[in-house]
């Protein structure tokens, strides 16, 4: 085959994309205003939230990645699906139960009702910039690489991910979003496991040989040691305490996230959206995993050399290159899925948080008319500035400023995380101390990221004990009355009324 897109190909993508623009549409079925936009108007089945909440976490370049970081390498990072265990359980025991207690809006309506205005527009703020941030690499760095494979033009690609989901999250709000980012779950993962079972009849030996080729070869191991006493080295340890961590703090303080949460009122449905989701979150990367070290026992069985080069168009390569016309279409529909299920979160998220937590806080009594409009004009400019700066990235050498970006962007839940944790497990945090400790933490942070050679799985331990230890010890030096003293704005409330 020439590793190019067969017509067949080309319309069952588009075909795919129009699909869910028009699904995005039709299930708001009629004008959603107020809050309906911002949670929904109750008729969502938790299971679908779940599976948006999965699709979310799980972007395009997930997608490529984690095959070809087996492929290339070993599942070393696999052991950071593991911290799942940590973030599961410290979200539904700790986190949920406060946050159907209080009934919240947004994310960041809590750090008000906790501490002051002044810290839920900054969490709001700088989830913002994270947000565009993360959208326009979203489009950017899978645009490269289905470029690469497919022949399809970059800016093409950029523009059909970006305008179909701005149209359909500007238009249905937060119900278009979950019911297209279900859709988009389940191609992204019947895609994968359709490409394991083409992979796995294509190997002499099939599953067997993968596993004792993987095991002699050993790709399923990884040279880091289980525990380093220095705890800030690499190990495995570390690495699912850390990765584990670094999740949690999506789950409790990332609008995308908590927004689903807030979905529904009901506790027991809450809990079962984290389950599933962490299911679905481990068992897909063990998928995806697993079909890198297929793809490695593979091209070790052809008479041609391994093909090299970069981890995530090894996968991209195969589908196109290795699987019928047709099927390369679904499979690279898949990750055009990830790619708007992604994108089409951070729109809705940013237009919520902005509307209701900056714009709404500044002016309370805004209608629900006046609130939605400005949440749809903000999903749309946002939707095309994030569009543009994609094209700006695929057309600079930025590599070396996107590193640095995507660093600098990757403390900020780590330390509005911690934020969150400090309100909600001590009761004698007050304002004040949350906003010095947060600028502690965050010059604290910055330090070890840019200027010490500390591992980056220890940036969310590093992050989480500065904010509490930070923000717990300006409340003392500082003084003043704790909002949660009088309110049930902590996790001992709730287990007190247990």
């Known amino acids: 085959m020439d590793g190019k897109f067969a017509v067949i190909d080309y319309i069952i993508l588009f075909a795919y994309l129009l699909f869910i623009l028009y699904i995005g549409i039709a299930v708001a079925k009629k004008e959603m205003k107020g809050k309906e936009f911002f949670k929904g108007d109750g008729s969502i089945p938790w299971w679908v939230t779940s599976v948006s909440l999965f699709a979310t976490l799980l972007s395009p370049i997930s997608f490529l990645s984690l095959a070809g970081n087996s492929y290339l390498g070993s599942w070393e990072i696999w052991f950071a699906q593991l911290g799942l265990f940590i973030a599961v359980p410290v979200a539904i025991y700790f986190f949920l139960p406060v946050y159907r207690k209080l009934n919240l809006d947004t994310?960041?309506?809590?750090?008000?009702?906790?501490?002051?205005?002044?810290?839920?527009?900054?969490?709001?703020?700088?989830?913002?910039?994270?947000?565009?941030?993360?959208?326009?690499?979203?489009?950017?760095?899978?645009?490269?690489?289905?470029?690469?494979?497919?022949?399809?033009?970059?800016?093409?690609?950029?523009?059909?991910?970006?305008?179909?989901?701005?149209?359909?999250?500007?238009?249905?709000?937060?119900?278009?979003?979950?019911?297209?980012?279900?859709?988009?779950?389940?191609?992204?993962?019947?895609?994968?496991?359709?490409?394991?079972?083409?992979?796995?009849?294509?190997?002499?030996?099939?599953?067997?040989?993968?596993?004792?080729?993987?095991?002699?070869?050993?790709?399923?191991?990884?040279?880091?040691?289980?525990?380093?006493?220095?705890?800030?080295?690499?190990?495995?340890?570390?690495?699912?305490?850390?990765?584990?961590?670094?999740?949690?703090?999506?789950?409790?303080?990332?609008?995308?996230?908590?927004?689903?949460y807030l979905t529904t009122d009901d506790l027991k449905e809450m809990n079962k959206m984290t389950t599933l989701n962490g299911v679905l979150s481990l068992g897909t990367a063990t998928l995806f995993f697993f079909i890198g070290t297929a793809l490695y026992v593979f091209y070790t069985q052809q008479a041609a050399s391994l093909p090299e080069g970069k981890a995530d168009l090894i996968f991209a390569n195969f589908i196109v290159s290795e699987l019928p016309a047709g099927v390369s279409g679904l499979l690279i529909a898949g990750l055009f899925a990830a790619g708007q299920s992604t994108l089409s979160t951070g729109l809705n998220?940013?237009?919520?948080?902005?509307?209701?937590?900056?714009?709404?806080?500044?002016?309370?009594?805004?209608?629900?008319?006046?609130?939605?409009?400005?949440?749809?004009?903000?999903?749309?400019?946002?939707?095309?500035?994030?569009?543009?700066?994609?094209?700006?990235?695929?057309?600079?050498?930025?590599?070396?400023?996107?590193?640095?970006?995507?660093?600098?962007?990757?403390?900020?839940?780590?330390?509005?995380?911690?934020?969150?944790?400090?309100?909600?497990?001590?009761?004698?945090?007050?304002?004040?101390?949350?906003?010095?400790?947060?600028?502690?933490?965050?010059?604290?942070?910055?330090y070890v990221s840019y200027f010490t050679d500390i591992s980056l799985w220890a940036y969310s331990i590093i992050n989480l004990v500065a904010s509490i230890v930070f923000g717990y010890g300006f409340s003392i030096l500082f003084g003043g009355k704790s909002k949660a003293e009088n309110g049930d704005l902590t996790y001992y409330d709730h287990k007190k009324a247990m």
């Open 107 to 260: 994310a960041y309506e809590y750090l008000e009702r906790r501490f002051d205005k002044k810290m839920r527009i900054l969490g709001s703020v700088l989830f913002i910039i994270y947000q565009i941030g993360r959208m326009s690499i979203i489009m950017y760095l899978p645009a490269i690489a289905l470029a690469a494979v497919t022949g399809i033009n970059t800016i093409v690609i950029i523009l059909f991910m970006g305008v179909i989901a701005t149209i359909y999250s500007s238009f249905g709000g937060i119900k278009s979003v979950l019911w297209t980012d279900f859709i988009q779950g389940v191609v992204l993962i019947g895609g994968g496991i359709f490409a394991l079972i083409v992979l796995l009849f294509a190997i002499d030996g099939g599953f067997g040989e993968v596993v004792s080729k993987g095991v002699a070869d050993q790709k399923f191991f990884s040279d880091v040691v289980l525990f380093d006493p220095n705890f800030v080295n690499n190990s495995v340890l570390l690495l699912i305490v850390g990765a584990g961590l670094s999740t949690a703090f999506s789950y409790i303080s990332s609008q995308d996230m908590v927004q689903r």
């Open 349 to 446: 998220s940013v237009a919520t948080s902005w509307t209701l937590d900056i714009q709404k806080v500044i002016k309370p009594n805004m209608s629900d008319e006046k609130s939605t409009k400005i949440a749809r004009n903000v999903s749309t400019i946002v939707g095309i500035f994030s569009i543009v700066f994609a094209i700006v990235l695929a057309y600079s050498d930025v590599s070396s400023a996107y590193s640095w970006f995507n660093g600098l962007m990757g403390l900020v839940l780590g330390i509005v995380g911690g934020t969150f944790t400090l309100g909600v497990l001590t009761k004698k945090a007050n304002s004040k101390g949350a906003l010095y400790g947060f600028i502690a933490t965050a010059i604290v942070a910055i």
